[in-house]
């Protein structure tokens, strides 16, 4: 085998974000900065010779050069089988399904999410650990010194393989396989819901559906499973051939980017049920006829019906979501008396909690929601979860989520986000906003108190590490809050986002005020204290969801 040291120079800007190392793609084309990267992982790893490696991406610009250099950087440093999907593609949750079934020491799943792809585009590089869970913070700042000091990396002289064509072959001493990307995750899929039951749903003629992969890598798995499997009629998938540039679009499931899905649902002869999933298939955003449920929402139904669903007949263990996610599941899980546990914006928070057993469902307000199934969040997944609910229930989602407001009042949410803010700028309003938390607990503005001010920390109940300086809370007596804090996933200057939050309780007649209207005053509130336009140069932000 012809294994090359290549001598190189550190990059100081390797530290991977809140979902791996996320850059624009000129960024990664830059000479030796892919291949640092990756060297940096295997320099951080101690046990993964002869053991097998995940490998794919979500399809966008670079996804295929940078699998055949990271091939060949797997064999040199002693791999000892990669198995890749089909055409480089893997979904992220498919990816964390394939590390767990083979045992592998981790994945290398190559996405920047939502991000926009192409040659002008963003790339990233995630690293999953064993759990098929994304890196802990541990490994990540062990992968970021080493790319501090790397001097080389080691890489074998080959020619590309084919990434076309189910196969084996060998790359040195390391075995390729590439596997097909979709059946090992659907038959996860069909072991968790109750495929029977939503099938005949699917076919009776009482339901419709639509299912928009914007181009991004669900389409082959949503056809698989929604129509192959589940009967839908062909065509239920909107755009679903994965492209390099996802057709010009924002591969992001939200009411802004998702807007032919929204305009179909909330348009004439709508159907029932709509769905949505970003670049890599994580997320998903849930529609019904004429109505949006939040993200926050959508995980609390999830966790108060989770008993409909085969998967999940035996009640949850426990319910975890991100801090900036709306309480609502937190209502769910009091009267159910399991366990709710609020963490650091990112999924790998979450791992701990899945590991050990003291969470089963998990969420976070950015469109993302997943289970112990598996150690990422999963769009689709998602999806199936409420269509095996609405099988089972035969109501509308509108119906099933104001009665899920009835029992359990109605968190009105939304999120804020001020994209492209100059980087001094978002950091001197933070700043400015930390100054003041000590001296707000107490202070009033309007009707409301406020009852606690504190920049979120977070003590790991697994393995007690603790993660600071997540974002700035403002919580408020009658359990409305405000939050802000910066983006770690961005690639242009900050991004601040602002999540707001109120309660109404159980009374039904105060559950159809427009979101934006109820969260009004705390807008307000959030202006006075952080003095966003003046800080950010914006009178308005970029994105509401
Ligand atoms: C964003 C979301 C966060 C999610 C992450 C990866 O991170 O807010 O919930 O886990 O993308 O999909 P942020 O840019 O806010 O750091
Ligand atoms: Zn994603």
Not at 13 to 30: A, E, M, Y
Not at 55 to 71: E, P, S, V
Request: glycine fraction near 10%.
């Amino acid at each position: 085998m012809n294994v090359h040291t290549v001598s190189t120079q550190p990059f100081s800007d390797q530290k991977p974000g809140t979902s791996g190392l996320r850059k624009q793609v000129p960024v990664f084309q830059q000479r030796h900065y892919l291949e640092n990267f990756i060297q940096s992982i295997f320099n951080s790893l101690d046990d993964y010779r002869g053991k097998t490696l995940v490998l794919g991406g979500d399809g966008r610009y670079y996804n295929r050069t940078a699998i055949q250099t990271i091939l060949k950087m797997a064999a040199a440093n002693g791999v000892g089988r990669v198995l890749v999907g089909l055409g480089g593609i893997l979904s992220t949750p498919a990816a964390s399904c394939l590390i767990r079934k083979n045992q592998a020491f981790g994945g290398i799943i190559l996405s920047a999410s939502h991000n926009p792809g192409g040659p002008e585009g963003d790339f990233g590089v995630k690293f999953n650990t064993s759990n098929g869970g994304p890196a802990p913070e541990k490994v990540t700042s062990a992968i970021y010194e080493a790319s501090k000091t790397i001097e080389g990396y080691q890489i074998i002289e080959a020619s590309d393989i084919d990434l076309d064509t189910l196969s084996i072959v060998q790359l040195g001493e390391t075995t390729v396989e590439v596997i097909d990307s979709v059946a090992d995750y659907a038959d996860l899929m069909q072991s968790l819901f109750d495929f029977d039951r939503i099938r005949d749903f699917m076919t009776s003629g009482k339901f419709r559906m639509s299912f928009d992969a914007l181009h991004a890598v669900t389409g082959p798995y949503a056809k698989a499973l929604l129509e192959d499997r589940l009967g839908a009629r062909e065509g239920t998938v909107q755009n679903g051939i994965p492209l390099e540039d996802f057709g010009g679009g924002h591969p992001d499931p939200n009411l802004v980017y998702a807007h032919d899905l929204v305009e179909l649902l909330f348009g004439d002869n709508a159907p029932d049920f709509g769905a949505a999933s970003d670049g890599d298939g994580d997320r998903n955003m849930i529609l019904g006829r004429n109505f949006f449920v939040t993200p926050s929402d959508s995980l609390a139904v999830l966790a108060a019906n989770a008993t409909l669903v085969p998967g999940y007949k035996d009640g949850l263990a426990g319910v975890a979501r991100s801090m900036p996610t709306s309480a609502a599941v937190d209502r769910v899980a009091e009267k159910l008396g399991i366990d709710c546990y609020e963490t650091p914006t990112g999924w790998k928070f979450f791992g701990n909690l899945l590991d050990v057993g003291k969470a089963t469902l998990c969420g976070e307000e950015s469109f993302g929601t997943g289970s112990n199934h598996v150690r990422e969040k999963d769009g689709l997944w998602a999806v199936l979860f409420w269509l095996n609910i609405l099988a089972v229930r035969e109501q509308s989602v509108e119906d099933i989520v104001r009665e899920h407001w009835k029992t359990y009042g109605r968190n009105y949410y939304s999120r804020h986000d001020y994209e492209a803010v100059d980087k001094d700028s978002a950091t001197a309003l933070m700043e400015n906003l930390r100054s003041q938390l000590d001296s707000m607990p107490g202070q009033t503005f309007g009707n409301y108190e406020v009852k606690y001010a504190d920049d979120f920390s977070y003590t790991d109940p697994v393995d007690g590490s603790v993660s600071k300086n997540q974002g700035v809370r403002i919580g408020f007596t009658d359990g409305s809050r405000i939050v802000f804090r910066l983006s770690g996933t961005g690639t242009q200057g900050a991004t601040l986002r602002l999540y707001l939050e109120s309660y109404e309780p159980d009374d039904a007649s105060q559950h159809d005020t427009d979101t934006q209207t109820a969260l009004a005053d705390f807008i307000q509130i959030a202006e006075d204290v952080a003095q966003i336009r003046k800080h950010t140069g914006m009178d308005k932000p970029t994105v509401i969801t």
